[in-house]
């Protein structure tokens, strides 16, 4: 082990999530006091998100199977507070080599940095469809959001349409606080479910959690479609009525939410800001940092981890985040010991059988995204629909997804992307006829979110042309 | 939107439209309106009613004008005693 740590070293952990968190532990280990950022108003991340404080429901109900982790993981976070420089309430929409632009409660501010772990997550993965700006539809992340955060559920009577695990522990988790489930449409084929099970061995316990959730479910006798296509989201104020098909025919049910999702995508504008290498990952259907297994991306002094580096996981997140933290502590000068970092890459890489399990459980949606009708709205910022898309594809012989966004506004709006990216990329890839790698990726660009309390003009206005 | 569990919190007021409203301690500015109303505002070029999406500050379509001005993101903005909201479609506009 060498000496003190230089007061050159100025590390900064955005994200305090599993991810996170245990990275600002690892760094404070090596005798570092990083600055840990999030947006978020209390520390946790999207899984051990806690409720503001007004709020008394105890862990077990709170987070159920995984109520130790978060115990701990909390825990851990509280030990840390005097020994970080956390700053909750931050935004980060820019950066640029070195610094960091902020928007926190003191107002705009910029954060210095040698060294900066990147850990901000994941968000949905939505493929739109007829209907899906309706009040009463929300993201699947979104309706756990409600209940866990707020104790409430998006409707009294919800379907979940999407694909994933979540699935089934959202619908799960309503039931039991009293919503009722109208169905579960899964565009996931039973077939590919058995396919994806021997490797999704590799974590029984995750497996086995994920079987007893659907066997509680089929015992209810909740309705799951498997191999379902949502066709409308139908009401006149509010969602009324979802349509959905499958190879059979038609189905139909009453409801007044529908929450909607296929599983997680990568947020990964920080990374992109800075220069780092992407790659495109065919298995995760998205374009993602590149990164090693130690965290470490293109860019030096830049380290990547949990799902903002690609989806696998909340346990995994943390040995992911305990890794790249250890890489800059390496990078550093500081001494690590190697037994310590090769059995979190082993236990990193275990997650990552499971993912391709999972991926085979609950693959693309495909055939999903050429079915959609021209009115259908692709971008739910700027209202823009499949067909100006497609008109863009056929008349101007657009192929690569910059020079759509620059044609039809596609990705620019405020979420940049974030919701209509994968149903944007894979119509494109449908109509110019490349795979979705070669249509290229959006680009992130600052902000990379609006700022959370802006004068009406200039949140809107930064939308236009 | 409906309250299923951990409601036993302290009432708090605010203002649609000038209408008064009783939400929450520990609610959201979203949970506070969507409990009570249909939706947040409507879009900017077809003029639909739009309700949030994703909860989380990503999809940026939970934005509530208030009285003062300034717009805030409904998901990640907790209620606060006297807010006063504009929302075009409600009763008072
Ligand atoms: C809504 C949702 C629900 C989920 N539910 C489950 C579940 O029930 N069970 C399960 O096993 N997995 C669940 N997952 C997956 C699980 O949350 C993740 O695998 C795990 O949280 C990953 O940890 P992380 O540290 O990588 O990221 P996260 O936990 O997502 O933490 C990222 C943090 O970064 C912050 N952040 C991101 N961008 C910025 C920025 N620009 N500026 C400041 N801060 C920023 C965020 O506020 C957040 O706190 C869910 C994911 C989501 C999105
Ligand atoms: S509901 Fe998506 S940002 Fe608030």
């Known amino acids: 082990m060498s000496g003190r740590p230089s007061p050159e070293i100025r590390p900064v952990v955005v994200g305090a999530g599993p991810a996170g968190i245990r990275a600002a532990e690892a760094l404070v280990a090596a005798g570092l006091r990083p600055v840990v950022l999030d947006e978020g108003e209390r520390a946790g991340g999207q899984i051990y998100r806690q409720p503001p404080a007004a709020f008394s429901r105890s862990r077990k109900a709170l987070y159920g199977f995984e109520a130790g982790k978060a115990e701990r993981l909390h825990a851990t976070f509280a030990a840390l507070r005097a020994h970080i420089d956390y700053r909750p309430r931050t935004l980060v929409w820019n950066a640029v080599p070195g610094e960091l632009h902020v928007m926190g409660d003191a107002g705009p501010a910029t954060v210095p940095f040698s060294h900066l772990v990147l850990a901000t997550g994941a968000t949905d993965r939505i493929y739109p469809f007829k209907g899906w700006t309706l009040p009463g539809v929300f993201s699947m992340g979104g309706a756990q959001i409600a209940l866990k955060a707020q104790g409430c559920t998006i409707g009294e009577t919800v379907a979940l349409v999407g694909t994933g695990p979540l699935l089934y522990l959202v619908a799960y988790q309503y039931t039991k606080a009293g919503a009722r489930i109208a169905v579960i449409l899964d565009s996931a084929r039973f077939t590919d479910q058995i396919a994806g099970a021997p490797a999704m061995l590799r974590q029984p316990a995750t497996l086995a959690k994920g079987l007893y959730y659907v066997a509680w479910l089929k015992a209810r006798g909740i309705m799951i479609v498997n191999g379902a296509i949502p066709m409308a989201a139908e009401g006149t104020e509010r969602v009324e009525r979802l349509v959905w098909r499958t190879p059979a025919g038609e189905g139909r049910v009453a409801c007044d939410a529908i929450a909607l999702g296929y599983g997680l995508r990568a947020e990964t504008q920080i990374a992109d800001l800075l220069g780092c290498r992407f790659s495109y990952s065919a298995a995760e259907h998205e374009s993602l940092p590149a990164s090693d297994a130690t965290g470490r991306t293109s860019v030096a002094g830049v380290y990547i981890g949990g799902d903002g580096a690609g989806i696998l996981g909340a346990d995994a997140a943390e040995a992911a985040g305990t890794r790249a933290a250890l890489a800059l502590c390496e990078d550093a000068g500081l001494g690590v010991d190697g037994a310590a970092t090769g059995a979190l890459e082993a236990r990193v890489g275990r997650w990552r059988g499971f993912r391709a399990g999972i991926r085979r459980a609950f693959p693309e949606p495909v055939a999903a995204d050429f079915a959609l009708a021209d009115d259908v709205i692709l971008c739910r910022c700027e209202e823009i629909t499949v067909g100006a898309l497609r008109a863009a594809c056929r008349e101007d012989g657009v192929d690569e997804l910059n020079r759509l966004k620059a044609l039809t506004r596609i990705g620019m709006g405020r979420c940049q992307g974030r919701m209509c990216g994968p149903a944007a990329r894979a119509l494109l890839a449908h109509h110019s006829g490349r795979s979705p790698g070669d249509v290229g990726r959006l680009r992130g660009q600052a902000p990379i979110k609006p700022m959370p309390l802006a004068p009406m003009p200039l949140v809107f206005d930064e939308a236009k042309p | ?93």
């Open chain 2, 1 to 93: 939107m409906r309250r299923a569990v951990d409601q036993d919190r302290p009432s708090i007021s605010f203002f649609i439209n000038g209408q008064r409203f009783t939400g929450k301690l520990g609610d959201t500015v979203l949970t506070a309106v969507l409990t009570q109303a249909g939706h947040l505002r409507t879009s900017e070029f077809e003029h639909q009613p739009r309700a949030g999406f994703c909860l989380m500050g990503a999809c940026q379509d939970c934005w509530v004008v208030t009285e003062a001005g300034p717009a805030v993101r409904a998901c990640s903005t907790l209620l606060e005693d006297g807010m006063a909201f504009v929302i075009e479609g409600l009763p008072g506009t």
